[in-house]
């Protein structure tokens, strides 16, 4: 079965440098999340999208953004790399407000900043 | 906001029994999900509860009350596979559904 794909999956920028992650979630599912796990901590709640409109914002910094398209394929963009952005970021889709509670998760994409 | 509370680490050994507990706070409360997380892979999904009671799900078992605002996971016959992160993630209502992870609890298992 297809699953949430994510690319790079790694990345390595120098600080102050623009990055950009793609995500592609499973057919059919409309909701995309993204997530930032820093070493050894948990999962933190960026931002969603559903319906390619977003839907709820957690603690994602001004220095990133991100989007819906129409093939329901989201992207993260993060300018203005720091040091402290280095992490794993995983994207998850569901179907609507997954109502199973289930999100399948991507492989992520592992952020270094130099 | 929401907050949770699990052990930061539990030992056992091979075909074992272990339970993980989760305690969380949120002012409305929708469900609890279960996540198992190796080593720099993806979280993947365990369990699910929205009302009180235990969710079976082959080896690994699933409780709510939410009364006490706690739920655990139970996993039975341990296998070293099973060494892993776990994480309790609660929704909640007026957090748009949105999962909230609790900070995970490293299981190690032993042979």
């Known amino acids: 079965a297809a699953g949430v794909i994510q690319s790079p999956r790694h990345l390595i920028k120098e600080k102050r440098e623009t990055a950009t992650l793609k995500c592609y979630p499973i057919?059919?599912?409309?909701?995309v999340y993204w997530y930032q796990q820093g070493p050894g901590q948990d999962p933190q709640f960026l931002i969603s999208?559903?319906?390619?409109?977003?839907?709820d914002k957690g603690s994602i910094p001004d220095r990133f953004s991100a989007q819906q398209f129409s093939d329901y394929h989201s992207e993260l963009n993060m300018s203005s790399l720091e040091l402290g952005d280095s992490a794993l970021y995983f994207c998850?889709?569901?179907?609507?407000?997954?109502?199973?509670?289930?999100?399948?998760f991507g492989e992520g994409s592992r952020l270094t900043v130099l | 906001g929401q907050s949770l509370e699990q052990p930061s680490e539990v030992t056992a050994v091979e075909g074992a029994i272990v339970q993980i507990n989760c305690t969380y706070q949120?002012?409305?409360?929708?469900?609890l999900s279960w996540y198992q997380q190796h080593d720099g892979g993806a979280p993947t999904f365990l369990s699910y509860?929205?009302?009180?009671g235990l969710e079976e799900t082959g080896r690994f078992s699933s409780f709510l009350s939410r009364s006490d605002s706690y739920g655990y996971l139970l996993l039975q016959e341990l296998q070293m596979k099973d060494s892993a992160s776990y994480f309790c993630?609660?929704?909640?209502?007026?957090?748009?559904?949105?999962?909230?992870f609790g900070r995970g609890t490293s299981l190690i298992v032993h042979p």
């Open positions: 998850a889709s569901s179907l609507g407000l997954a109502a199973t509670g289930e999100l399948f």
């Open positions: 057919p059919r599912h409309d909701t």
């Open positions: 999208f559903y319906e390619k409109m977003q839907s």
């Open positions: 949120t002012s409305g409360f929708y469900g």
């Open positions: 509860n929205a009302l009180d």
């Open positions: 993630a609660v929704r909640d209502m007026g957090g748009s559904y949105i999962p909230t």
